[in-house]
C-alpha cells in the first residue's frame, strides 16, 4: 500500500465550478499534513498546510480528518488558472525528516 | 533572493558516465532535500539533509550519493548511469520539513 494515495483524475470541471480532492494516508503518527501544486513541467509549490481544525484560505479549503487518516482539498469558484495538479503531502515514516508526496491528481478547468 | 537553483536544466548521459546535479540556496535553510519525478509515482525522496555535513537516505538512494559541506550546496552525485535514472530531479530546501521551497528541476535521460 502506498504511503499516501490519491485519486489520479484528471478532474475535467467547468469554471465556476466547486471540485473536491481526497487524499488517504497510512502512518497514523504523521504530524504534519500540506498540498502542493503543480503546473506542468514546473516545480511543486505550496499551496497550503492542513490543520487539524480544517483552514480556508480564499477559495480553497482544507480538512484534516485523523481518524479515518485523509486530507481533503476544496476549491470553489475554478478559475482556469487552478488547471493543475495537486499533491497530497505528508511528513514521512518515523524518524525520518521527510516529506512523503502522494502521486497527484490533475484538475482540468475548462471555460 | 534566487531561491533554489539547480543545474543543469537538461542532460543526457550514456550508461556507464558520471555526473553532478548541482543545488543551491540562499534563504540560509538548514533542511535540503533530493526528489526524483516519474510518471505516475509521485516524487520520492533520494537524500535529505538537516544540515552542514549530515546527510541520510530516503526511499530511493540507490546509486546516487550526497554531500553537504556548506549550508548553500547540496549536489547529488550520479556514480553510473543507468537508464533506470531517467528522470526529473527536483531539489528542494526548507527551515524544517514544513515548507519546502523547490528548485526548477533537472531532466536528465539516460541512454
Known amino acids: 500500500r502506498k504511503e499516501v494515495e490519491q485519486d489520479p483524475g484528471p478532474f475535467n470541471v467547468p469554471e465556476g465550478a466547486t471540485v473536491a480532492f481526497n487524499c488517504t494516508y497510512s502512518?497514523?503518527?504523521?504530524?504534519?499534513f500540506f498540498w502542493y501544486r503543480q503546473d506542468c513541467r514546473k516545480e511543486p509549490k505550496l499551496l497550503m498546510s492542513v490543520y487539524s481544525s480544517g483552514n480556508e484560505d480564499g477559495r480553497f479549503t482544507a480538512q484534516l480528518n485523523r481518524a479515518s487518516q485523509y486530507i481533503s482539498l476544496l476549491i470553489r469558484d475554478s478559475k482556469l488558472s487552478d488547471s493543475a495538479t495537486y499533491l497530497c503531502?505528508?511528513?514521512?515514516?518515523?524518524?525520518?525528516?521527510?516529506?512523503?508526496f502522494g502521486s497527484g491528481t490533475r484538475l482540468q478547468v475548462q471555460p | 533572493n534566487a531561491g533554489v537553483t539547480q543545474t543543469p536544466k537538461f542532460q543526457v548521459l550514456k550508461t556507464g558516465q558520471s555526473m553532478t546535479l548541482q543545488c543551491a540556496q540562499d534563504m540560509n535553510h538548514e533542511y535540503m532535500s533530493w526528489y526524483r519525478q516519474d510518471p505516475g509515482m509521485g516524487l520520492r525522496l533520494i537524500h535529505y539533509s538537516v544540515g552542514a555535513g549530515i546527510t541520510d537516505q530516503g526511499e530511493v538512494p540507490n546509486g546516487y550519493n550526497v554531500s553537504r559541506s556548506t549550508t548553500e550546496d547540496f549536489p547529488l552525485r550520479l556514480l553510473s548511469a543507468a537508464p533506470s535514472q531517467t528522470s526529473v530531479y527536483f531539489c528542494?530546501?526548507?527551515?524544517?520539513?514544513?515548507?519546502?521551497?523547490f528548485g526548477p528541476g533537472t531532466r536528465l535521460l539516460v541512454l
Open positions: 502512518n497514523s503518527a504523521s504530524q504534519s
Open positions: 528542494a530546501s526548507g527551515r524544517g520539513t514544513e515548507t519546502q521551497y
Open positions: 503531502v505528508v511528513n514521512g515514516k518515523a524518524g525520518r525528516r521527510a516529506l512523503t
